[in-house]
């Protein structure tokens, strides 16, 4: 009940907190994985790159 | 100068001209994003029927378009892929399909947090809403059975025809979904009727820009890494400046 | 060897899987008993009061059919394809959409039709009315099929995956929805005196075009999943 009251008193920061703030860290979470999926994948790349390169010399 | 846009069909070509890309869509995204706010917050004006609380439609709105259009997107990459054999489309329908998803749950969570102060309920059934819910579930499979194949041309295969066979059924979801819900009970509060004001257009429109804006540079983020990851074994990968260094 | 018609193939298809299917009669009894149980659970969850038990029967009875028919889906092409006999089928010069089908057909005998003969009896548990529990028997004879055929095309796409009993529901639940609302729509319309032939025959529609795509879908599956 509280909280119905909260809401209708400070509209603006129930819209801020409830919404855009989720959908923003939403949007920062995903970022963040692309970022590190990136990183990860490059890594794993020049690994094989150099064990083919030892392979090889 | 004449662009030759096939030759960018290929991963190889592809792969660079996303990482040139990529940095001017995502400052796009940003900048529209700050002034959508800006406008949504600033300039517009409190709604005469449900005051701020409408404010939420500058994300709930663009990310419910997007997730539907992304699935749309997303089926017929998949589609490209799986008829035409094209490595990058299947490449480019598992790298929308995370985003898409994203976009549904923004979407629904921020309908519940509209529907409480409007309707006094987080959750309605109406046909709207439950057809969303329908669509993450639709994602969730997509992206669940591309995972649990090891196989990557077969997972894409699998999920092409998983993801048309969803597009197909989308109809005849959503028909059914809206029999259903006024067979219960009739639709409680409809957005027509309201006109909006040329502000809150504004806002709405440059949200949905920036949405848009940042959907393809997560995706194009994406695909790069699975282009990185499927063709870590071919000549080109190798001799990349950012694997030598 | 002899050029067999289509429809003598679709025979020997539907009789083999119900051979096979009586060989292993435990299996067919597992999911009619889970039917039964998940029906009769519902009563015990939400209290005893009659008038909710018979407004909520025919989801309760759907949403049990459509658990149940996921259950025996994992089956529908797994031990054909552990001995080897989905590989010959999908070399044999006939049609594999005929062959798919005459697969579907067994699996709605074996695990849909014995829930449908079911319902009059759990109808009555949940105090239906004659003519509700005809209408949802007539939804379940039209709808279960679907299921079956839907179904069939997720068992196709995870054939052979580790925890693919899991991701085949989450896979096909969501596509079973439209079946799902007009079954239960159809016994409502009957119970407040309402026509019900536009549910009947929206049903009729979706078994009618399940009909003509599915089995080409699945047999497509089966080729992406056997390469």
Redo the contacts between chains.
Sequence with gaps: MSLDIW??EN??S??WI???A??FL??AI??AM??H??KI??Q???L??EA?ESEEG | MAINWFKYSAPTTFYGLAGKLIPWFAISAAVLCMVGLYIGFVVAPADAQQGEFYRIIFIHVPSSILSMFLYLIMAAYAAMGLIFNTRLSSMMASAIAPTGALFAFISLWTGALWGKPMWGAWWVWDARLTSELILLFLYLGFISLHASIDDPRRADRAAALLAIVGSVNVPIIYFSVQWWNTLHQGSTIKFTGTSMHIAMQQAMFTMLVACWLYAITVTLMRVRSIILERERHTKWITELAEVKS | MNKLSLFSLLILVVRRDLVLAMRRRADVLTTLIFFVMVVSLFPLGVGPEMDMLRKMAPGVLWVAALLASMLSLGRLFSADYLDGTLEQMLLAPQSLSVLVLGKMASHWMVSGLPLVLMTPVLGLQFDMSIEAIAVLILGLLLGTPILSMVGAIGAALTLGLRGGGVLLSLLVLPLCIPVLIFGTGAVEAVTSGLSVSSHLSLMGALLVLALAFTPWVTAQALRISME
């Design positions: 809401m209708r509209p603006l129930y819209i409830g919404s855009y989720v959908a939403i949007f995903e970022i692309v970022v999926k990136r994948t490059l794993q790349v020049r094989m790159r083919d």
